[in-house]
């Protein structure tokens, strides 16, 4: 017997939320998971971004397009009955902010900040934490009511569970990555004197990212007579402090500039101009965007904490992304070594293999379908 799966995407709104579902869905065999079709809810942006079949089923309301308690009310009292109309099985909840009430669920665990309160009271602002400390008593509600968890990285899974206590069905699936970051030129040694180091960070600006820490870095570094170019891509507010802190670092703006956003075929056209990629964040579920630079076969600077071991593993140079001499440090050890930047981004780029889309795809809907099949046995 075949399942029909229905999925909230109804407040996939980050990057990697939004690469995860397009991803899984533009990779589902049916006929290796016994899927018979898949009913999703969102909002139009993300639904057109969605592949075209015959077996995907996509459901638009205009209330995923309003203010988030539009969209709560919609998930607690609407998609309950949409599921039962369509023949649903089984419901994946594709945000741990699950307030629909239906049996059997899948919850998927993509923000561990609300679970990692020490990096929380670092956000400015007393409104951050209290969203977050609500955040962690919503999601550990709806994490322990559903009948399978899917988690992004054995972290999530450890550092989650301290919260909510032993989890009796749960399954870690890594996310893929996009095949277009594999089609990057290849990088050669480069041992050029008075080079000018172009390195990248891709990512939101929050204070637990670090920006702070590596503009401080990048000071350091030109003090000491390294030429560098630091450059940040991804969306954000630029706090004043951040601001202040690049005029001191670069007051003539030679040497540090923030992009914002930018699609994926721009971000190709960076890295291949990027001899390392820096990624400091404190905090990952899995860190997408990392795997991104190694599958571009970038040179790899990175946080030691949270999961970005579990996915970068020895594939690159690790430092403390909160110690401004760690990673300067760990910047001049690969500026000095060129052999070990060539040797790097080739295992990184290999490493990546391991990551794909399809790989994804399959783990989640056999889980998915295997949750169904257990709960109906049940009944």
Request: a neutral charge; hydrophobic letters at 35%; one cysteine or more.
């Amino acid at each position: 017997m075949q399942t029909t799966i229905g999925i909230d995407a109804s407040r996939n709104r980050s990057g990697g939320a939004k690469a995860h579902i397009i991803g899984i869905l533009s990779h589902l065999n049916r006929q290796s998971t016994g899927v018979k079709e898949v009913h999703i809810w969102s909002y139009k942006e993300l639904l057109d971004l969605l592949p075209d079949e015959s077996w995907l089923i996509k459901h638009y309301s205009a209330e995923l397009e309003k203010s988030l308690i539009s969209q709560i009310n919609w998930q607690r009292k609407k998609l309950p009955h949409e599921l039962e109309i369509h023949g649903c099985d089984i419901l994946f909840s594709t945000l741990a902010t699950n307030f629909c009430d239906y049996n059997p669920t899948v919850v998927l665990c993509q923000n561990l900040l609300p679970y990692e309160p020490s990096l929380v009271k670092e956000e400015q602002g007393l409104l951050f934490k209290l969203k977050n400390k609500m955040l962690n008593k919503i999601e550990t509600s709806a994490l322990n009511k559903a009948n399978g968890v899917i988690f992004l990285s054995e972290y999530s899974a450890n550092q989650v569970q301290k919260f909510t206590g032993p989890i009796d069905n749960f399954k870690i699936i890594h996310h893929g990555v996009d095949t277009i970051f594999r089609n990057c030129p290849t990088k050669t040694k480069d041992i050029a004197e008075n080079k000018v180091w172009n390195i990248v960070y891709v990512s939101t600006i929050f204070s637990y990212k670090n920006h702070s820490q590596i503009i401080r870095a990048v000071g350091q570094l030109l003090k000491v007579g390294y030429n560098v170019k630091m450059t940040f891509v991804g969306g954000g507010v630029i706090s004043k402090d951040v601001k202040q802190l690049q005029s001191s670092v670069d007051p003539e703006n030679n040497h540090i500039e923030f992009l914002g956003n930018r699609t994926h075929e721009e971000l190709i056209s960076i890295f291949e101009k990027t001899d390392i990629f820096l990624f400091a964040s404190s905090c990952e579920t899995f860190g997408i965007t990392l795997l991104e630079g190694m599958a571009a076969g970038l040179t790899i600077a990175c946080s030691n904490k949270s999961s970005l071991p579990e996915v970068l593993d020895d594939s690159g140079v690790y430092f403390d992304p909160c110690n401004v001499d760690s990673i300067s440090n760990a910047l001049i050890h690969l500026f000095e070594n060129p052999d070990k930047r060539y040797f790097l981004a080739q295992r990184a780029k290999q490493r990546s293999e391991q990551f794909t889309w399809q790989q994804t795809s399959l783990e989640t809907f056999r889980y998915l379908v295997s949750i169904s099949n257990k709960t109906e046995n049940i009944n």
